[in-house]
């Protein structure tokens, strides 16, 4: 898979502060194809499930579509880190 280009990370990037705005969740971007999540203390997840479910509704708020994988990696209240994948469909697939 291709990787994003930093101007389509940035966007992403973006486009998921706009979602995350009134939650006190902030975002760091990382080459290549990696997002950073700081989770304030009144979120967190149970396991990764739920982590790649909020990871790919939030891209479907967002209005983005991936044709590259993408990390995420998250980061709750007390500096623990959990990284996961989010598999993006090849760009020929998209419609």
């Known amino acids: 898979?291709?990787?994003?280009?930093?101007?389509?990370?940035?966007?992403?990037a973006?486009?998921?502060e706009e979602?995350?705005?009134?939650?006190?969740i902030t975002l760091k971007v990382g080459i290549p194809?990696?997002?950073?999540?700081?989770l304030p203390y009144e979120i967190s997840f149970k396991d990764e499930n739920?982590?790649?479910?909020?990871?790919?509704?939030?891209?479907?708020?967002?209005g983005i579509r991936l044709y590259s994988d993408l990390e995420l990696v998250f980061i709750d209240f007390a500096k623990r880190e959990t990284s996961i994948i989010l598999k993006g469909i090849p760009r020929e697939d998209i419609n």
């Open 14 to 16: 973006r486009r998921l």
């Open 19 to 24: 979602i995350f705005k009134n939650f006190n």
């Open 33 to 38: 194809n990696i997002i950073v999540i700081n």
């Open 1 to 12: 898979m291709a990787c994003i280009t930093p101007a389509e990370l940035a966007l992403v």
């Open 50 to 62: 739920a982590m790649k479910a909020f990871g790919y509704q939030s891209l479907t708020a967002a």
